[in-house]
């Protein structure tokens, strides 16, 4: 699938650069130069993933990150020249599926991107083989149209808070490690902190506040529920 990329990133040089390696690899690509750019193309021709840049005239990527996980789980690689933990943090706490740190390989870059397009096409395909709704008490999930449901209501959830809560579901009353989970959304290459799981957590216990989603300490988490999973 020739899948269509937004790169919104200032600096002309790595702007080319990326153009060049992504459109070796078959992929259509858009080059921006601000997030109000980048903001006009999402109303008129949304693109199937987008490469983002932190530092930017006017709004920058965080804020733009934002506005766009208000509306879709479309994916988002952020590229910064920040390397302080923190802001991977922030980056991924506000719906970064991936973080690079400048200066980076374009062939690496390229990589994540068809790593991330391929973990999408096999939640698609699993839907196939399996049941395309999975319920836990109150909590249910189509997996097939990746949507939300908590007690009878829909709730909008970015790529890695529904990766997450399916695989909690799946496995239910199971205590999953920080590493595990952060190896099964993550991917094995990423090398952040798994301070990133405990920010995804935080994220999904704001939205849904009564789900029991608990911390075992020391360890990791688990969905707990004593009833029927169908």
Sequence with gaps: MNHHIGIVEDDPNIRN???????????????????EEAWELWKTEPPAMWILDIMLP??????????????????????????EEIDKILGLELGGDDYLTKPFSP???VAR??????RSSISLANTEVNDTRVTVDELTIDK?????????????????EFDMLLILVENVNR?????????KIWGDNYFGSDRAVDDLVKRIRKKLPH??????????YRLRNEGEVT
């Design 17 to 35: 650069i990326v153009s060049a390696y992504l459109k070796k690899e078959g992929f259509t690509v858009t080059l921006l130069e601000s997030a």
């Design 58 to 83: 006017g709004m920058d990527g965080y804020e733009f990150c934002k506005k766009i996980r208000m509306e879709s789980e479309v994916p988002i690689i952020i590229i910064s020249a920040k390397d």
């Design 107 to 109: 062939r690496e870059l």
């Design 113 to 118: 991107v068809k790593r991330l397009f391929k």
């Design 144 to 160: 097939e149209e990746r949507r939300i449901f908590f007690r009878g209501e829909e709730y909008e959830v970015t790529t890695k």
């Design 175 to 183: 205590a999953f490690s920080r590493e595990e989970l952060l190896i």
């Design 211 to 220: 789900l029991p989603l608990e911390t075992v300490w020391g360890y990791g």
